[in-house]
Structures are given as structure tokens and as C-alpha cells.
């Protein structure tokens, strides 16, 4: 089965921190993509790091970057001198050789002032 | 700017009613999906669809289907609404093979059936 699990369903740091998000898959694919969505309260899902399954090289984004474990089949994500603005739900997601999107349950990131 | 638009941000529909939830795209993307949210359980695919005319099943199917005329729009259809179905619709589209160039989704459809 194509699974993904985010085993925090949430979190709280205070601004500034570094907080890191986990997420593990299960796929017998090869080669996929892997994503980290951010969902504020607006609703509106946004993308904030991919990464490539055959790329060794973990993806950075500004203050986000990933710990990218092919073997673990682990993808975390971390974000580093947190902001207001970042307080929002996450989602890890992957596409296990379908086009379609496998999304895990979210991990709902407070960050206080 | 690239958009992916629900018609409705929110929705009020009585038991057994039959819902069409709209979703229009303006990249000239040639898939596109419908997912549920719902806390707890992320986001599960219902259906999606790679051409005009085409679609498939996704993990979710039951209760609902789909429709795609045109390229641009996509339309998710509960033939007879259940408080079970009350949740979040999120819409998405994409072009290209795996989603390397990402996902563009809508803003959602918040269902509440009574």
C-alpha cells in the first residue's frame, strides 16, 4: 500500500526556534517525488519544498529544508528561525508512480510569540 | 497568476440532495483531482481525471462521481448527499508526468449536509 504517516498530529514552538516535522512513507516505487504543503487558515494549500527520489542531495528552500532518508523511506522537514507566519497545518505528501498525490494526516504547527 | 477556482467557498445542502461541486483551472493543465480533507485523516483522493472525458477512480469513490467535458473544468457530483459527506473539497490540477512542476489547488469547498 501507499502510505504516508505524520506521526505529529501537532505541534507548538516559540518564534525563532527550529521545529522539525516528521514524515515516513511506504512505497515499492523507485522514483517519485516528495512534498511538504503548507496549509494556512485561508485554506489555500501551498507548496513549500519538493524532492526528487532519485537526488541525493536534500532540497532547501530558504528556511526550509529536508532530511531526505530513502532507505528510512523518512522525509522531515525543517524550518529554522520560525516565524508568525508559518503557523499553519502540514502536510507531507508523495506521488508513488501515478500522478496522484498520496497525502499524510497533517501536523498542525503553532507558532507563539 | 496561475489559478485553480472553486465555485463555492461554502456550502449548505439538505440530506439526499444531489450536490455539483465546480472546479475551473486556466493552465491548460490536462489533469486534474478531488480530494477530501478531513482532521485526522489528511486529504484522500476521490476521483481524478487525465483528459477530457476521462477519469478515474481514486481511494474514496463511493457515493460520488465526476464529471469532465472540458479541459479547464471539473465538477465533482455527490448523486445524493449524506451527512457522512459533510466536509472540506479541495480541487487540484497539475501538468506533466509524477507532478515534478508541483500541484496547484483550489481554495476549498467547505460541504456541511444536514
Known amino acids: 500500500a501507499q502510505t504516508v504517516t505524520q506521526s505529529q498530529p501537532e505541534m507548538s514552538v516559540q518564534e525563532a526556534e527550529t521545529v522539525t516535522l516528521s514524515c515516513t512513507y511506504d512505497t515499492s516505487e523507485n522514483n517519485y517525488y516528495l512534498f511538504w504543503y503548507k496549509q494556512p487558515p485561508s485554506r489555500q494549500m501551498i507548496l513549500v519544498i519538493r524532492?526528487?527520489?532519485?537526488?541525493?542531495q536534500n532540497a532547501t528552500e530558504n528556511r526550509f529544508s529536508v532530511n531526505f532518508q530513502k532507505a528510512a523511506k523518512s522525509f522531515s522537514l525543517k524550518i529554522s528561525d520560525s516565524q508568525l507566519g508559518d503557523t499553519a497545518m502540514y502536510f507531507c505528501a508523495f506521488t508513488p508512480g501515478a500522478q496522484k498525490l498520496v497525502f499524510g494526516q497533517g501536523t498542525r504547527l503553532t507558532i507563539n510569540p | 497568476d496561475v489559478k485553480v477556482t472553486q465555485s463555492s467557498r461554502y456550502l449548505v445542502k439538505r440530506t439526499g440532495e444531489k450536490v455539483f461541486l465546480e472546479c475551473v483551472q486556466d493552465m491548460d493543465h490536462e489533469n486534474m483531482f478531488w480530494y477530501r480533507q478531513d482532521p485526522g485523516l489528511g486529504l484522500r483522493l476521490i476521483y481524478f481525471?487525465?483528459?477530457?472525458?476521462?477519469?478515474e477512480k481514486g481511494d474514496i469513490p463511493e457515493g460520488y462521481s465526476v464529471s469532465r467535458e472540458k479541459k479547464e473544468r471539473f465538477s465533482l457530483i455527490l448523486e445524493s448527499a449524506s451527512t457522512n459527506q459533510t466536509s472540506m473539497y479541495l480541487c487540484a490540477s497539475h501538468f506533466g508526468e509524477r507532478g515534478p512542476y508541483g500541484y496547484t489547488f483550489g481554495s476549498g469547498t467547505r460541504l456541511t449536509v444536514v
Open positions: 524532492q526528487e527520489a532519485y537526488k541525493q
Open positions: 481525471s487525465y483528459d477530457v472525458k476521462m477519469k
